[in-house]
């Protein structure tokens, strides 16, 4: 694994995201209490003996160039390294990146110097446990240009990935990126090709494109030059490399693997890590860790509590409330009297002073954390959010969207999403 170089794609905006990226990129948004995103697919790097990865990114990269400082620090005696590469202007290009391709293009200069014989092309916001080892193999043993890592999927969300078809030897003969209507039915093929039994194969009848790609040096860099206008990987590199004859294979991946970017996609991805008795990812793999930034805070404090089916990040300290089915980020603090269902608390960055709590008793500001008698219930409170007394954060109307910016939320598929550092005052119904 030692001529395999890792690049990750930070992605752009992160619309679909919003408001959890208003203030950090994509790879930045916290996870399961403790983690963010851009942990994910570094760990499988360094569980897969690659140390070599870059992080290409342009938006609101301050909090992830920091996460990823702070965590992945490898021996002076390697040549391992993470590092962010942050979209710049040169001479030569004097725009931000246009896509997954130009963003790669636009660090070509950098990433040649390295002798690598192959590019892994990750991406920063999915949750999958995988040994690229055997992708990278895989790669090796069939002489391919190009090889996708590929799921079976169902009619359902087959028009949100790039779609393929292949033939007996895995070779891809028909590329179509997140077609719809007639388009998207020419892309039903006979999955059992996968492996899949003929019931699996009628439930799974697409073969979808994961967005990790491994490409030969040589390939990756002809394509990128030849084709300059050419701006994502997936709708014009790789289906003009299956046009021109190159070899483009799919490697099959049987594990979990989730898409988490969306807010929805995000939300029951992380509720799905409390279930018993196995959640369909765990974090308690001793054979290939997730790693993240060691924090060094005290154990969490619960005083006369009652939690059930839920996740409870380290520092936080509860009094006298119920959560049920929740996940609770770092530094949480919950007061007496409060109940919390099937939401994800992302916590704080810093526990305030004990004097600063103390004099908020006597005037109108909000603590940080949930303060006493509140209810939430389905939603995302992202961190350092000050939620005042008798506060109801329930979606009473059931209302699927709607933007509250100047109010500190928002709601996005029924999920209410309060801001980072937002202030809901005491008494607020949402």
């Known amino acids: 694994m030692k001529k395999v170089l890792a690049i990750i794609l930070g992605g752009g905006a992160g619309t679909r995201l919003y408001p959890l990226t208003k203030l950090r990129a994509k790879p930045a948004v916290p996870v399961a209490g403790k983690y963010r995103l851009i942990d994910i697919p570094v760990s499988n790097c ?54 997954t391709a130009d963003a790669v293009r636009q660090y070509i200069w950098l990433l040649e110097e390295w002798d690598a014989e192959e590019y892994l092309i990750l991406s920063g916001d999915h949750l999958y446990r995988m040994d690229y080892r055997e992708f990278v193999q895989r790669h090796r043993e069939t ?31 028909d590329f179509s990126e ?10 039903r093929v006979d999955t059992t090709v996968l492996g899949l039994s003929p019931e699996q194969a009628q439930l799974q009848p697409y073969i979808a494109s994961m967005g990790i790609y491994v490409f030969k040096k040589e390939v990756l860099i002809k ?33 979990y ?58 520092g936080c300290i509860l009094k006298n409330c119920r959560i049920e089915h929740s996940v609770l980020g770092v530094r949480s603090r919950v007061e007496s009297g409060t109940i919390i269902e099937d939401s994800l608390i992302m916590g704080a960055d810093f526990y305030q002073p ?24 389905r939603a995302i409170i992202d961190k350092n959010a000050r939620i005042g007394q008798n ?15 100047s109010q500190g939320f928002y709601i996005r598929s029924g999920i209410v999403v309060v801001l980072k550092n937002a202030v809901i005052p005491d008494g607020t119904i949402i």
């Open 46 to 99: 360094i569980n897969s003996e690659i140390f070599k990865i870059y992080v290409l990114t342009q938006f609101n990269s301050a909090s992830l160039n920091r996460h990823i400082a702070r965590a992945y620090n490898f021996s002076g005696f390697s040549e391992g390294f993470v590092e962010v590469l942050a979209a710049q202007q040169t001479p030569e290009n004097p725009n931000w990146f246009q896509g």
């Open 143 to 173: 002489g391919a240009d190009i090889t996708l890592s590929v799921i079976p999927i169902d009619d359902r969300r087959a028009s949100d990935f790039g779609l393929m078809k292949i033939d007996q030897s895995g070779r891809v003969i």
């Open 354 to 377: 004990a004097v600063e709590r103390q004099c908020n008793l006597f005037s109108d500001e909000v603590a940080v954390g949930i303060c006493a008698d509140t209810i939430i219930r």
């Open 257 to 314: 693997w989730e898409d988490i970017g969306t807010i929805e996609a995000f939300y029951d991805a992380n509720l799905a890590l409390t279930e018993q008795p196995q959640p369909p990812f765990s974090f308690y793999d001793e054979q290939a860790p997730i790693y993240t930034r060691a924090r060094y805070l005290p154990p969490t404090k619960m005083l006369d509590c009652k939690i059930t089916q839920s996740l409870i990040g380290e």
């Open 391 to 405: 506060v109801k954060i329930i979606n009473k109307d059931n209302v699927q969207e709607a933007d509250r910016e």
């Open 178 to 187: 997140k077609p719809k209507g007639d388009a998207l039915a020419k892309m």
């Open 223 to 255: 394509l990128l030059r030849e084709s300059l206008e050419s701006t994502d990987f997936g709708k014009e590199i790789i289906p003009d490399a299956a046009a021109k004859d190159y070899n483009v294979q799919a490697y099959l991946f049987n594990g």
